[in-house]
């Protein structure tokens, strides 16, 4: 017996009219079974279809950190890193960094390919998780995957449809831990968006 899992909310196939495979039979989920409730409550006002049960697991709160520059964004994704990376207990290959937006990518890659990291552990732009490696993506690139930790950055540019879904995709990504770096006017938007 096969399953097949999709989800309207990463629109996946959206630019097909219809889903190319039909089900025998179809299972709605109507619990979250990734995240924490935390992260549900912020995923939770971007989700299109039923309505899901927040998960058991209380988890941490997700956290923000309002940064102005390019400059200080890219050191708070770094020493968000490092502070993460204390616990011995956690695999670097846990935590991805998330670019929301595509045109920054090559500037955050290139700003953090020289900013150091514990011990032999290192930023990577490669989508397969590695040991000692933190992995540095588009939130695209990364839908229908997951982590411990997501560390999402680049996050201005127009409320449009796309960047709803994409937010959708970058914030549902961790199971534990979820941190949000944004300029103040972008962050007080999000807030506001997310509840």
């Known amino acids: 017996?096969?399953?097949?899992f999709r989800s309207l909310n990463q629109k996946i196939y959206r630019r097909k009219p219809s889903f190319p495979i039909k089900p025998v039979e179809e299972f709605v989920l109507t619990k979250n079974c990734r995240n924490t409730r935390?992260?549900?409550s912020v995923v939770r006002?971007?989700?299109a279809g039923?309505?899901?049960?927040?998960?058991?697991?209380?988890?941490?709160p997700v956290k923000w950190h309002q940064r102005e520059t390019r400059t200080q964004q890219v050191d708070t994704v770094r020493n968000l890193a490092v502070e993460l990376l204390r616990d011995p207990a956690l695999a670097a290959?846990?935590?991805v960094i998330l670019?929301?937006?595509r045109a920054l990518l090559t500037e955050f890659e290139c700003a953090l390919a020289g900013k150091k990291l514990p011990g032999a552990r290192r930023?990577?732009?490669?989508?397969?998780?590695?040991?000692?490696?933190?992995?540095?993506?588009t939130a695209a690139r990364f839908k229908g995957l997951e982590c411990g930790i997501a560390i999402v950055v680049g996050l201005d540019g127009d409320k449009n449809a796309e960047y709803l879904a994409n937010l959708y995709v970058a914030v549902s990504r961790p199971r534990n831990d979820l941190h949000l770096i944004a300029d103040t006017p972008t962050a007080t938007e999000l807030r506001r968006l997310l509840g």
């Open 45 to 47: 006002p971007l989700f």
């Open 38 to 40: 935390h992260i549900h």
């Open 50 to 60: 039923v309505d899901l049960d927040a998960p058991e697991i209380e988890g941490l």
């Open 93 to 95: 290959e846990q935590i």
């Open 1 to 4: 017996r096969r399953v097949l």
């Open 99 to 101: 670019v929301f937006n």
């Open 123 to 137: 930023f990577s732009t490669s989508p397969e998780p590695s040991k000692n490696t933190v992995r540095v993506l």
